[in-house]
């Protein structure tokens, strides 16, 4: 149980180009669902939080116009990097909790480059 | 305060021995603290979690030890094996109070040589 998927796996695109990816929660109901962005060798930085039928909370940082994130069911988040560039190449990872909202369970994550 | 500080950078064990991750925290409102384990170009997948109620908790080969009193919470990983050669990372929330976002430690990256 609790399994997220993400699609694409991988894109590439050209740089200027709108890329959208998806996270999907299989098997449950996700009431709140996170993206996080990693790159090579670090740790994990969330970047929004966001929940069913309402906006998403960005973190200090992040550029909401830049990383749109749509929360239109409780099992399925999608993000999309508007205008990219190769600075916005790096691993995206959706995780999604339940409604105890405790655990996080991640998907696999998407590899975006940006030519 | 809300920084949750990991060591060692890296570790090499070998094949049999315990591996021991750990992790330190200063906010006392965390109530949550996961471990999860990440292979190269894969997502992070829960490996074990505790609550500040218990002290140790064990599921096969993994133990969490978390220690209240000095903030500090362990993994260990007893007969480490080959596959478990992957970057580990702890966590920490507060999901009681409405915050379920995890502060991530550095992670780990942790080798076991045969």
């Known amino acids: 149980g609790a399994v997220v998927s993400q699609h694409p796996s991988w894109v590439i695109c050209k740089s200027g180009t709108s890329v959208k990816i998806e996270c999907r929660s299989l098997?449950?109901?996700?009431?709140?669902m996170f993206w996080y962005r990693q790159f090579p060798k670090q740790s994990l930085m969330l970047m929004a939080t966001?929940?069913?039928?309402?906006?998403?909370?960005?973190e200090q940082g992040v550029e909401k116009d830049k990383f749109l994130i749509n929360h239109a069911s409780l099992t399925l988040s999608t993000l999309t990097v508007t205008s990219a560039h190769p600075e916005d190449s790096s691993f995206y990872i959706c995780?999604?909790?339940?409604?105890?909202?405790?655990?996080?369970?991640f998907g696999p994550g998407t590899r975006l480059t940006v030519l | 305060q809300q920084q949750v500080k990991q060591s060692p950078q890296s570790l090499i064990v070998q094949k049999g021995g315990i591996s021991i991750i750990n992790c330190a925290y200063e906010n006392t409102a965390f109530d949550y603290f996961p471990w999860y384990q990440q292979f190269p170009g894969k997502g992070p997948a829960l490996l074990i979690a505790i609550r500040p109620d218990v002290s140790e908790k064990k599921e096969g080969r993994f133990t969490i030890s978390f220690n209240k009193s000095a903030k500090q919470f362990s993994l260990h990983i007893m007969d480490s094996q080959p596959g478990d050669s992957a970057t580990y990372f702890c966590?920490?929330?507060?999901?009681?109070?409405?915050?379920?976002?995890?502060?991530f430690g550095t992670g780990t990256r942790l080798t076991i040589i045969p």
């Open positions: 098997d449950f109901q996700a009431t709140t």
């Open positions: 966001s929940n069913e039928g309402s906006k998403a909370t960005y």
């Open positions: 966590a920490a929330s507060n999901p009681n109070f409405g915050n379920e976002k995890l502060t």
């Open positions: 995780s999604a909790s339940t409604d105890r909202g405790d655990t996080q369970y």
